[in-house]
């Protein structure tokens, strides 16, 4: 008896050139590990391999796709074309580094960063970006990832792999306040969350617009404190590793102490900002990249 067998045929292979828009070039491994919340569903970040596992929403379905390291200044990504201009924002190539780099090049601590430092991994979306800060405040991390996990795995579009992307505004809107009490188990948050998706999902609010470079910091910022469960810290977290302003210093429980060990001696937000005031609308990726240099094996 004869038959035919049939394969899976491997995912489209296709190239992104890292370069920035300055011609400065891209260190991709440290863009991966860039900050935690880059790791969180349904990004996936090996550390091993160095690779970039996401599932997007690509038309009217979502798709896996892997991004890898690949030949001197390239990363090669396998899966459906489409979502190449979504890993071209993720990985911020249409960023201008190099007026930081410029700096940092004359500064014997952070001098190693002109090579390709500082580019934060970002989500599709700034929604997405929201969400996932409001999971990271005042729960361990663990909490943040059983969070956006159940987010993503109940409410997020489904890829033919079986994998989610991550749900969309009025996907988030329609959940009622059970499901954010007892299966994200967001606590105090679970409002805060339902609200935002019901203000991005009717109009009332445009969180994509904060990425407009016509807005001052100064906008940026009020608009920010001004959406449900965003504080001063979620702020800022989201104006560095998010929106692209990188003035403002990140300072919260883990910062606060890391500067410490590695400076030596304990400081005050006040001392702290001083010291990297010279990088002035960089300051706060500055501050940022000393205290992960670490992060990445040189």
Request: proline share 6%.
């Amino acid at each position: 008896m004869t038959g035919r067998h049939t394969r899976t045929q491997p995912p489209p292979h296709s190239e992104l050139r890292l370069v920035g828009a300055g011609g400065e070039p891209v260190d991709f491994r440290r863009t991966l590990v860039s900050h935690g919340v880059a790791s969180l569903s349904p990004q996936r970040v090996d550390e091993d391999e160095w690779t970039l596992e996401t599932t997007l929403p690509v038309g009217r379905t979502a798709r896996t796709v892997r991004v890898s390291e690949g030949r001197p200044g390239y990363a090669n990504v396998d899966g459906d074309e489409r979502a190449l201009p979504i890993l071209r924002h993720m990985l911020r190539l249409d960023d201008d580094l190099s007026a930081f780099y410029a700096l940092a090049a004359e500064d014997p601590v952070l001098g190693w960063a002109a090579a390709g430092a500082g580019r934060m991994l970002r989500s599709p979306t700034v929604f997405e970006d929201v969400v996932k800060t409001i999971c990271t405040t005042n729960v361990a991390w663990s909490g943040t990832v059983r969070m956006v996990s159940a987010l993503v795995d109940n409410l997020g579009r489904k890829a033919p792999d079986g994998r989610h992307a991550f749900p969309s505004a009025a996907a988030m809107a329609e959940a009622d306040e059970r499901f954010y009490k007892d299966v994200v188990r967001a606590g105090y948050r679970g409002p805060y969350l339902r609200s935002l998706a019901t203000l991005v999902a009717s109009g009332e609010v445009a969180l994509e617009e904060l990425s407009e470079p016509a807005l001052t910091e100064e906008e940026v910022a009020e608009r920010l404190l001004a959406l449900p469960g965003v504080g001063p810290y979620a702020a800022a977290h989201l104006m560095t590793t998010s929106l692209g302003r990188y003035r403002r210093l990140i300072f919260d429980s883990w910062t606060r102490p890391t500067y410490a060990r590695l400076n030596g001696r304990k400081a005050s937000d006040r001392t702290i900002e001083r010291k990297f005031h010279r990088y002035r609308d960089y300051a706060g990726l500055a501050f940022w990249l000393y205290l992960t240099r670490g992060w990445v094996p040189e």
